[in-house]
């Protein structure tokens, strides 16, 4: 029996397999901005934009698209572990306000994208910290964090593994067979000499 024919090998590359499948390393904005799997992002950390908020809690973004134009009557939604609690449309400038806001990790999202945000009041936000952020809207944005490796690419790429994973697999199962019909063969043949 050859190495490649172990069952401890088959369960290994069936696990790597569905692990592929199962888990795609693709992670949204809010995502990050909640901190969930954040050991897995560090260097998307960059992306993250402290924000003062103004007077009562007030968040005042800016609607634009790719190239910096306003985007009016986009709807915006601000999330907070992954739960919308403000919802209002961006103006004829492209602004969105929206009030009662606190601190913390939140996320912006629109129809075609999602911009993380840390929120701070404004008397302990860093001064790095802006207080309207842009947040990019636009159809002619390309989805994907893996550039080539887009979800559609990587649903395909999973497909074949998997593909080439039953195609081995099967192809050891009749192998097995195969070898059992033989040892089988000599045994009958064995038999048939040694009857008188």
């Known amino acids: 029996m ?3 024919k172990m069952p401890c090998t088959r ?3 069936w696990s790597l397999t569905i ?14 901005a909640s901190g969930t799997q954040s050991e897995q992002t560090p260097s998307h950390e960059s992306v993250m934009q402290d924000v003062k908020l103004q007077a009562e809690g007030t968040l005042t973004a800016r609607v634009v698209d790719l190239q910096g134009n306003p985007v009016v009557g986009e709807h915006v939604s601000v999330m907070f572990r992954g739960k919308e609690i403000a919802a209002v449309v961006s103006d ?31 008397d302990t936000a860093p001064p790095t910290a802006t207080s309207v952020p842009a ?31 039953v195609a081995f697999d099967a192809n050891n199962t009749a192998n097995d067979a195969q ?4 040892a089988l063969n000599v045994r009958v043949q064995a038999l048939e000499t040694a009857s008188p």
């Not at 692990?19 to 995502?31: K, Y």
């Not at 996320?107 to 404004?122: F, M, Q, S």
């Not at 070898?179 to 033989?182: I, L, R, T």
């Open 179 to 182: 070898d059992e019909v033989d």
């Open 19 to 32: 692990a592929l499948v199962a888990h795609g390393p693709m992670l949204s904005a809010e995502q990050r």
């Open 135 to 165: 947040v990019v809207s636009d159809a002619e944005i390309i989805r994907g964090q893996l550039g080539a490796f887009n979800l559609p690419m990587f649903v395909v790429l999973a497909g074949a593994v998997a593909a080439g994973v």
């Open 2 to 4: 050859s190495f490649l």
């Open 11 to 13: 369960f290994v590359a």
């Open 92 to 122: 004829e400038d492209g602004f969105a306000t929206a009030s009662g806001l606190r601190p913390g990790l939140h996320a912006i999202v629109t129809p075609t994208g999602t911009t993380a945000c840390r929120l701070w009041n404004a």
